[in-house]
């Protein structure tokens, strides 16, 4: 394939930030309850901006942040699962049993990816990068889910990954003044992970027109060429 042919859409999203939306409950007053996640996209955003150098007309991420997600496939979120170069899914419980996350997750994965021109991924990395976002029981983890390499933060002081993986992302947030020096290492670290990805991975452009295409299970076929 000619390098030309390596083409991208500059109105693209670098990073598909993918999550389980959680709802408030029914005697609750109406609040976002999705903000952890928000910091984590809004701190993500800056670093990969900073590592890749985006200029003003560039987004780096997308996260679909209507309240009551995960009910319509909107013009928005077809475009940037269609075009985005990295998928970070935040894996938890309610993300494994989400119809909806699983549609997000074919969306992608469904599209083809090759090597950038002189790139030289490592093995392992793929543009699909799983993040610990809070705990979850491995043995209930689909083979779909379980096969793709967690993101793992690496070259930190030797109590932060253990941290992360005993907590999640989330738990970093919740654990306030405890967690923020974790957690602002191992974003920084995801950061520079969603930045390799970019820089040696190109997936070509496939948006879906009708979520009915898509699979609501985390299983992955012959189409699947990630």
Known sequence: MAEEQFWEDES???????????????????????????????DLSDHVVELLGLGPGRTAGFMDRMLDGGQLWTEDLAF????????????????LRSPWCAREWDA?????????????????????????????????????????????????????????HDEGIYGLLSL?????DAYDAVVWRLAQRVARAYRTHWVEAGVPTDMRQLRDSFEEGRHDLV
């Open 108 to 164: 992608f994965t469904r599209r083809r990816t090759l090597p950038r021109p002189g790139a030289e991924p490592s093995a392992g990395d793929t543009p699909v990068i799983p993040v610990n976002w809070s705990v979850v029981d491995r043995r209930h983890v689909p083979e779909a889910v379980s096969r793709r390499q967690m993101f793992s933060p690496t070259r930190l002081p030797s109590d932060i990954a253990p941290q992360y």
């Open 12 to 42: 693209a999203p670098v990073f598909f930030l993918s999550y389980a939306r959680t709802r408030n409950r029914v005697s609750a007053p109406p609040r976002d309850t999705n903000q952890k996640v928000f910091q984590l996209f809004v």
């Open 176 to 180: 306030g003044r405890n967690g923020k």
């Open 80 to 95: 940037a699962a269609g075009h985005c170069q990295v998928f970070i899914p935040l894996i938890s419980p309610q993300y």
